[in-house]
Each structure stands twice: as C-alpha cells, then as structure tokens.
C-alpha cells in the first residue's frame, strides 16, 4: 500500500486534524463522574477474593475449606475440581517455532492451580461471600498443604542444567530457542572488524503499576443464557475471544463491557484467571459476583515488564562504519504463558535493534524461558524501548572506545533520506523518516554545543555532570483488522463505534476530529462507542502504537462509505442524478449550483422518511470492516542531562529534550503527554523500578515502601519539538506515539549517566542506576584507581 499524505486534509479551524484539541472526557473525570470497574455495583452483588500460593514452587497436597464453609456469609468457594467438572477448559498460551522449526512447549495451565504451585501469588481459589470483609475472613481460613521446592527465579539459572525443572513439557525450562539473521554472514562481518564493541546488559523486571488495580464483576443472564464480564482492558473484542475459548462458550454467549479505565500499559490486555472464576461464580449462583485486586496483591497477581539478560555486540569498520550487529541472551517469561509473552526478547528486538542505523546484518538468539515468578508481559514498547536502549548503549560505548564523537558516529551511519524506501535487515520496510535532521535539530535544541559552560556550573558546585543521546526508531504493530463503524443518532449526535479502547491516551477527540474533518459533522456531537463487545464486528484493541492508524484509518474509510451513500439519498431529495451529487465540507451539492443540504440534515431525512424508492438507501450509517495498514516507524531524538552527586550517588535529571516524527499528529496535545508519560516511564526503570526476588522466590520489592516509581520531582521541563515526516502506508499520515517516550528515554538517560561517571572510569552500569548503585560504583572506581 501506497496513500501518499493529502496535505489538504489539514486545515485551521479549530477542531481540525492538527489541532490541539482538549480531551473530550476530561470534565467528566474532573468533577469525578469518570466509572471505573470499581465504582459499579450490581443489585444482588456478591464478592470474591482471591486464595493465593505464598510459595513459590511447591507440591499442592490439598486444599481444606472446611473451616472457610462456616465463615458467616460465605456462598461459594470455587477451587480447580469445581473448573474441572464444569469444564472450564486450559488458559491461553500462545504457539511458535523454535529456531530448529519444532512447536514450542505449551504447558497447559489450569485457572486455578491443582496439584502443584509454580510463583508467589499463583491463584487457588476463590471465596464468594455476601460481603468483602466476610471474603477476606473466609480467604484467610482456607489451608493449603504445599510441600516446598526449589525456586528459580533468574532466565539465566533457570536455562543451567542443575536448575528446578518447572514443566515437564518444557525440558530445561526452555519455552522458546529464537533465531533471526545468518549465523554465517554475521560470524564473517565480526570476523573482518575492525573494532566490536560488547556488552552485557540488564534490561530489569518492572511491576506495571497502573493507576487503577484490576477490578471485574462476572454476571449471568439466566433468561438469555449468557454471561456478562464488566473490567478494565485493552480491547472487548479480544478479550471476549479469549475468554470464550477458556469458558467454552459461543462468543455470542459472552458479553464484554468495559467503561473508562485507569491505565493498563499492555498488562490488562490478556485475560486473567480471577475473570473466568467471576463467571463461573456468577453462572453457579445466580448473582454478580465482583472482584477487585488490592494494590500488594496486584504486584503478585498483574503480569510484570521487561526482564532480559542480553549481550549486545557491534562490529565497526576502521571508519566507524557499522558490520553487523548481534544480540544473545535470555527473557524471562515467569511462571506460564498465559498473560506472558515470548514477543518481546524475539520478534520485537529484530525489527527494532538497528533503529535509525544503516546496519547490514543482524543476528538475534534469545532463549526465552520459564522461572518461578509473576508471568511477564507486554509492557509499553514490549521489546521496542529494549531494543533502542542495546543499541544506543552500543553506539555510545563503541564511539568512547574508538575515540570518535558520539555525534559523529551517528552521522556515519545514519540511513538517509535518498535512501528510503530502506529495507532493513529485519526485512521491515521504512517508508520514510529524516533522521539526521531529527538529530540535528534535537542537538541544537539541547544547546549542545554551550555544554560546557553548564558542566563547569555543576562541578562547581560538586556535582558531575554527563549528557546523553537517545536517538530511536520504533517498529508498530503489525495490521489487523479493525472496525469503523458510523452511527447517526435520533438525538442528533453520530456516534464512532471503533475496537480499539481508550485506557488512557484520550482517543475521543482526535477521532472525533478525523471524522469532523471528513466529513463536516460538528465535533462536539460527536459520541465514542468502543467499551461493548455486542457492537463490534471487528477489533484489534489498543497496543502497539496503532491506534490512530488502524482506528484512525477505519474512521477515513468508513467516512468514504458514508459520503457514498449520502451521494445516493442526497440525489433523491434533491431531484438530481447521483453522479451529478458533490461532497464538500459537510454539505452535498448539485454540482455547479448552490442546491445542496447537510449531511446532519439529510440523516434526519432519512430518519423521518415513510418510503424511499429502491436504490435510495434508509440510512447514512457504516458499519465497515477495515483490513488494516502496514507498521509504521516513528523516531526521534532524546537528549538529556543529568547531574551525579559523588558523594551519595544520588541522580538528578537536570535538562530533557526530545524532538520526534510521529508524522501528522492528529492532535499536538495529546501526543505531547503520550510523550511525556512514556519518558517518565522509561526514567523510572532506568533510574529506580526493579522487582527482587529472594532465592526461594519471595519477593522483596512488594509494596511501595521497597520499590519506587519516578514523582514529578523526579522530571525537569521536557522540551518537545516536532518534526512531522508523513508517514506513506496510510491515508491519515500519522506513525503511532503512545510508546516512544520508553524508546528515547531510557538510553538518554543511561548514556548520559555514563558519560557523567567515564570522569570515573566508569564505561557501564545497569539499570535501575540507584544512589546505592551509582555510589558504589564510583567507590569502586576510586578504589581500583
């Protein structure tokens, strides 16, 4: 596909595509009219909690609840045999190809646990009871007998030939041997090197954290047969296929509704054990039953991020030129597959490593592999911030070892303009992109050239200080199918039926806007409908960085759908024939006359209308099936400052610059804060995030008290500066947003962190660079010195 940008399709009217529109819902979260899964409550509600393993790996001998049946209020205690004989079937997981072209192992996962334990938190049971608290007295009085064993929590000890063996089906633990590029070829270019730059880098297990826990209510509708899940997720669609399958139900025998959400970050996409107790529940008693994850436990119970153990390598020619790139390592998957993902240690690190660089070839080998810990999922970028940060991190390190500025480095190896179309070696095709004027304007955006003055202000005031590039290029999602669906309504306003779902990011205004913009229908009428699995017929969810390309994408075609149709009943009330019909900016016209009526006014026509002729159609509404558009590849340039007290470690970020291409940007405001929220994100992990485990697979960073998220003080002013390159494979132009703040962020900030520690010696440190991190190793530094 080929739909070159239309720049006609910018305009300045105030709600345009381009626009910085506020977000139609905020006034509503404002004044706290916002509902969330948690502030709903059904008439006859019950209410679950969750029985949870406090061991991590353990033979389940038996679960006694005989004592839990006589807390007063109890209704139902639903354990793995109560699933069993109702033929709940396994948990999702996700199939592939070993490197070798053998099926990857598929541990089948029952919902709730039955004759062993494999992570802290794993789930047993659930109590049904009249009230909360009565649940929690209930949950606390079931006994399970576990016989502990040993616990693997780390990829890297769990893949050694000693280690506790978690699944049969998986030997070594191993779920995945992955392997991109040619071994040979890339053997050869390091063989012929000039220089290779290695390192070893930890990419750190993340608890997600968003703002609002997971919280569902299961009901069943004993008239229709049919159950009704009401949570927090990415997508309804999906997730009804997911949990249709567990239940063993037709789709349209399950309902998904889902209201606003507080944030997800990838970890609410996948359907959860806790949702099919809920229904199994609610169909067993004939009542809602409503559950909602209390922050200490949703460390447990939510899937975690990141968690990779890889060796980075760079071949470069004499000159600088880079050779060839390879990638080794381990990602740790946690316990099962089922709300875990194998994507982003494999697929996601190849389409993403060689970033902005022309880079010939590339090797990636990762062994993904089973541990006993929380499951780990998608988590904003899902391999596309990681790969980004190997790269970076490489090309600072490889500059400071060949004595070559780090600037320059990058502009040696820059893909060019002329060059695209480009064909990198992970077999993408980048449609367009400037990246070396991304650059530059981010360097002079920064002042890169009057640093010195600001390094000689921190040290005198004992401060180091170090600057750092983050220059990144994200691959999206892949195309999937999408929905557009366009409803004019009695009361006047259209309503947007679409299948991605806003958690967050504030879809309904810019959509909104593309559908004012095509077809003149006043934005403030304008309605989103995405949260009902009974109005979609198509919906890939929100991830990815797709949204506005799929959505977006679905909303333009269904507009041309509409504009037809008005064509064929606007020539009926105006006596014309239907090729003789015009469309512009709202109105349908005869054309070379000023005859015409509005598109508002001729929906409510049809609406009143008794009888039309045959051909005319009874309604301007869409209902369409939109097949998706290729990935796109939105890129920019980090560059921060950071400040080092030597004496306790401690790191302040002190400057933060970022200019970007997410190509047309729909509306500037809102991607500037996907921006905002994403570097935040990625200064967190970089700086403080980082779950622990102990050796028998307790963990030690479970509340707030032991892990720390970044706060506002954390974040000096973050420049944002726009250099908009439309993007050429789909027709709104646009690249995606809502993860590249990750990708730029965390090597910014690390680079920046090693230059301000090389006054050290230092060449290297892993995140999270806590003060006790970053103080110790400068102790050691001065010691070996």
């Not at 530059?440 to 200080?465: P, T, V």
Request: glycine residues 10%; proline residues 6%.
């Amino acid at each position: 596909m080929n739909l070159p940008f239309d720049p006609t399709f910018l305009t300045n009217e105030r709600f345009a595509v381009g626009q910085p529109v506020s977000r139609k819902e905020d006034p509503a979260l404002l004044r706290g009219q916002g509902r969330y899964t948690d502030d709903l409550n059904l008439p006859g509600q019950l209410f679950g909690v969750m029985v949870r393993s406090s061991i991590a790996h353990g033979r389940l001998r038996s679960i006694d609840t005989a004592a839990a049946r006589d807390v007063p209020g109890v209704h139902l205690i639903v354990t793995a045999a109560d699933l069993d004989a109702a033929g709940i079937k396994n948990m999702p997981a996700a199939a592939g190809k070993n490197r070798d072209g053998t099926p990857t192992p598929r541990p089948p996962q029952r919902p709730l646990a039955s004759d062993r334990v494999r992570y802290v938190g794993e789930p047993i049971a659930m109590v049904v009871a009249e009230t909360i608290q009565q649940a929690k007295d209930a949950a606390e009085s079931v006994f399970t007998d576990i016989d502990p064993m040993p616990a693997v929590t780390g990829a890297s000890s769990a893949a050694a030939s000693d280690a506790p063996q978690l699944h049969a089906e998986a030997p070594g633990n191993v779920c995945l041997e992955f392997q991109f590029g040619n071994v040979e070829q890339v053997a050869a270019a390091f063989g012929r090197a000039a220089h290779v730059t290695r390192l070893s880098l930890r990419n750190n297990r993340v608890v997600v954290c968003p703002m609002e826990p997971r919280s569902a209510i299961g009901e069943y509708d004993p008239e229709a047969d049919r159950l009704i899940l009401r949570l927090g997720c990415q997508g309804v669609f999906g997730q009804r296929n997911l949990l249709s399958a567990i239940l063993g139900v037709p789709v349209e025998k399950l309902r998904i509704l889902t209201g606003n959400v507080g944030g997800s970050f990838g970890m609410k996409a996948s359907a959860y054990p806790e949702y099919v107790c809920l229904l199994h529940a609610a169909r067993t008693l004939g009542r809602p039953v409503k559950w909602t994850d209390e922050r200490s436990e949703s460390f447990l119970s939510d899937s975690h991020g990141r968690d990779h153990e890889m060796t980075a390598e760079l071949a470069l020619d004499a000159d600088g030129v880079f050779l060839a790139l390879r990638v080794m390592g381990f990602g740790n998957l946690g316990a099962w597959l089922s709300n875990a993902t194998t994507i982003p240690p494999t697929v996601n690190t190849v389409k993403n490593i060689i970033g902005v660089y022309a880079t010939p070839l590339i090797e990636v080998s990762s062994k993904c592999v089973f541990t006993n810990t929380t499951p780990v999922g998608a988590y904003r970028g899902a391999g596309r911030p990681e790969g980004n940060y190997y790269m970076e991190r490489l090309v600072d390190t490889a500059a400071r070892e060949m004595g070559i500025d780090r600037v320059e480095l990058r502009r040696r190896n820059h893909i060019q303009p002329e060059q695209m179309p480009y064909r990198a070696p992970s077999g993408m095709l980048y449609d367009s992109g400037e990246f070396p004027t991304v650059m530059d304007k981010a360097l002079a955006a920064a002042d890169w050239d009057g640093y010195a003055a600001r390094q000689a202000e921190s040290h005198a005031r004992g401060k180091i200080r170090g600057r750092g590039i983050g220059h990144y290029l994200e691959v999206t999602a892949d195309a999937g199918n999408e929905m557009g669906g366009i409803r004019f309504e009695p009361d006047g306003s259209v309503t947007i039926i679409t299948g991605t779902l806003d958690y967050g990011q504030g879809h309904a205004s810019p959509f909104a806007q593309v559908l004012s913009q095509r077809l003149g229908v006043p934005f403030q009428r304008i309605k989103l409908l995405q949260g009902d699995s009974d109005e979609l017929i198509a919906g890939g969810g929100t991830g990815g960085s797709r949204s506005m390309m799929q959505s977006g994408g679905a909303i333009a075609a269904a507009s041309d759908l509409v504009i037809e149709q008005g064509k064929q009943a606007a020539a009926h009330f105006l006596e014309a024939a239907a090729a003789d019909v015009e469309f512009i900016r709202g109105r349908f016209t005869i054309a070379g006359t000023d005859l015409g009526i509005h598109i508002m006014d001729l929906a409510e026509r049809l609406r009143l209308a008794n009888e039309l002729p045959a051909g005319v159609p009874r309604t301007l509404d869409v209902s369409h099936v939109f097949k998706g558009v290729p990935s796109a590849f939105p890129n920019g340039c980090h560059i921060a400052e950071v400040e080092v007290d030597p004496d306790t470690g401690a790191v302040e970020i002190v400057e933060y610059t970022t200019v970007n291409d997410f190509g047309i940007l729909v509306n500037p405001m809102l991607v500037e804060g996907q921006a905002h929220g994403g570097i935040a994100q990625g200064v967190g992990q970089a700086l403080m995030e980082r779950v622990v485990y102990d050796e028998d697979g307790q963990m030690l960073t479970g509340s707030y008290m032991d892990y720390g998220l970044p706060r506002a003080a954390d974040l000096p002013a973050l420049g944002f500066e726009s250099h908009p390159v439309p993007a050429r494979t789909n027709a709104l132009g646009a690249k995606g947003c809502g993860e590249a703040g990750c990708a730029g962020s965390l090597p910014a900030v690390m680079n920046a962190l090693v230059d301000a520690l090389s006054e050290f010696g230092i060449t290297h440190i892993d995140m999270p660079a806590t003060p006790q991190r970053v103080w110790q190793a400068i102790q050691a530094a001065r010691s070996a010195s």
